[in-house]
């Protein structure tokens, strides 16, 4: 493996194995992403509503409180009533309580608003809870889904780009920019000529180019059809290629 045409043949099979392993994962990467998405806006409703219940019943809450208070402060007044010693303070005092059950009566009315207002926010969130929870376990199981196939692959998948970058390195910078060029195109950047005619898209390959390409290993030639880098018939890349390097 001392020619570049060489290197680059091999270069061509790892990144096609690296290819490979990366469409295994198929569309889970969109699947978790979709899945995330969908459970963080599921989540943000249950918040907001879960806030507007919070709101609610710190309201209820206090205003319970406050018609009680009312309440005490009427009757306080109503017995006042009885001990005024003039019609002036008589009036002040009616007016007052008049106020006091308007504040009452407006309080009651909102506070039954709110009430039936909870209810039905307390049916709402209970399936926003449901909805977030199934959108959580579904994107939990993807997640799981992933790390078993990245758990399975990763030991491969630095072995292989451990050896491409190896292999890279042994490749001079004009190869390098012709064989990025062509993988831009053919996921099979560099393939076998074959009973003298192109691997990668079965044209006819000139004799003379296949002499060249036999006696000149350190020079790039392409599939004048296809613009596949053309390797020789000789030279043959496998697993076994890639396992003693």
């Known amino acids: 493996m001392d020619t570049q045409i060489h290197r680059t043949a091999v270069l061509a099979f790892i990144d096609q194995r690296l290819d490979e392993l990366r469409e295994d994962f198929g569309d889970l990467p969109l699947k978790i992403k979709a899945a995330e998405t969908k459970a963080n806006d599921l989540k943000a409703m249950y918040d907001e509503t879960d806030g507007i219940l919070k709101d609610i019943r710190t309201f209820c809450s206090a205003s319970k409180i406050t018609l009680v208070e009312l309440k005490e402060k009427e009757e306080k007044l109503a017995k006042q009533q009885f001990l005024v010693r003039n019609n002036k303070e008589f009036d002040a005092i009616t007016s007052e309580i008049e106020t006091i059950r308007k504040e009452h009566e407006n309080l009651s009315d909102r506070l039954r608003t709110e009430g039936v207002k909870q209810e039905n926010l307390d049916r709402i969130i209970k399936e926003q809870k449901d909805n977030y929870e199934k959108a959580a376990e579904e994107f939990d199981s993807i997640k799981d889904e992933m790390a078993v196939l990245s758990g ?79 390797v020789p018939e000789d030279i043959i890349v496998d697993d076994s290629t890639i396992d003693n390097l």
């Open 152 to 230: 399975d692959q990763n030991e491969e998948l630095n072995e292989l780009n451990r050896i491409r970058e190896k292999i890279e390195k042994t490749i001079n910078n004009k190869n390098i920019k012709e064989y990025n060029r062509v993988r831009t195109y053919h996921s099979d950047a560099a393939v076998n000529v074959k009973r003298n005619s192109c691997k990668g898209c079965f044209s006819a390959v000139p004799p003379q180019t296949i002499v060249e390409i036999r006696n000149n290993l350190d020079t790039i030639y392409f599939c004048e059809n296809c613009g596949r880098i053309l």
